[in-house]
């Protein structure tokens, strides 16, 4: 079964960027579907974007131009970057696996990106 | 834009209750791609349901998803003392993604 486990936590200052990883096992990494979920604290859940198999991907508006999302096959790892960072980013990042028809199961145990000066 | 808005905020019970949790789309929610979360504090968010009523796998059958179009309900038939969490729904699989806000199931 597939697992997701994602980088450590990280603290920035505005105008910086992130770079969150999420490295696979237990499935052929190559034809995950991997979407992005983040959580700011005592909040709800904020969707920021997928990248399919074929390496496509998709954003929110919200963060368009501003995100990137990557993957390396050989490291069997997908990667979030958020460029020019406020303290509103300040959340826990998920990664999560979509299953066509069947939601995001399951998820990394995420990743605390705090901004600070 | 597309928003889910779920009802009540939080919902006071007690073990052994019934619980109805509402989540109401401002739009037609295509193919029923309506999914259903718990969160306990400090964990990740685990699946419950998706396709608006399908059990995801090792789910208690206590919990069940119904609905389409615009209305959808969780209901946790017999309250668990492990069952109080918060509670999202999410609308998945056409590249821009919405959850609720969601409902807080709080011990009364």
């Known amino acids: 079964q597939v697992q997701l486990v994602q980088s450590g936590a990280e603290v920035k200052k505005p105008g910086a960027s992130v770079k969150v990883s999420c490295k696979a096992s237990g499935h052929t990494f190559s034809s995950l579907d991997i979407n992005w979920v983040r959580q700011a604290a005592g909040q709800g859940l904020e969707w920021v974007g997928w990248?399919?198999?074929?390496?496509?991907?998709g954003y929110a508006p919200k963060f368009q131009g501003r995100v990137s999302m990557t993957r390396d096959i050989s490291m069997n790892t997908a990667y979030m970057e958020l460029r020019s960072l406020t303290s509103e980013d300040t959340a826990i990042y998920y990664c999560?696996?979509?299953?066509?028809?069947?939601?995001?199961?399951?998820w990394g145990q995420g990743t605390q990106v705090t901004v600070s000066s | 834009e597309f928003v889910l808005t779920q009802s009540p905020g939080t919902l006071s019970l007690s073990p052994g209750e019934r619980a109805t949790l509402s989540c109401r789309a401002s739009?037609?929610?295509?193919?029923?791609?309506l999914a259903w979360y718990q969160q306990k504090p400090g964990q990740t968010p685990r699946l419950l349901i998706y396709g608006a009523s399908t059990r995801a796998t090792g789910i208690p059958d206590r919990f069940s998803g119904s609905g389409s179009g615009t209305d959808f309900t969780l209901t946790i038939s017999r309250l668990e003392p492990e069952d109080f969490a918060v509670y999202f729904c999410h609308n998945y699989g056409y590249g821009q993604d919405t959850f609720g806000q969601g409902t807080k199931l709080e011990i009364k």
């Open positions: 999560a696996r979509y299953m066509i028809g069947a939601a995001f199961d399951p």
């Open positions: 739009q037609f929610v295509t193919n029923n791609s």
């Open positions: 990248m399919n198999p074929r390496g496509q991907t």
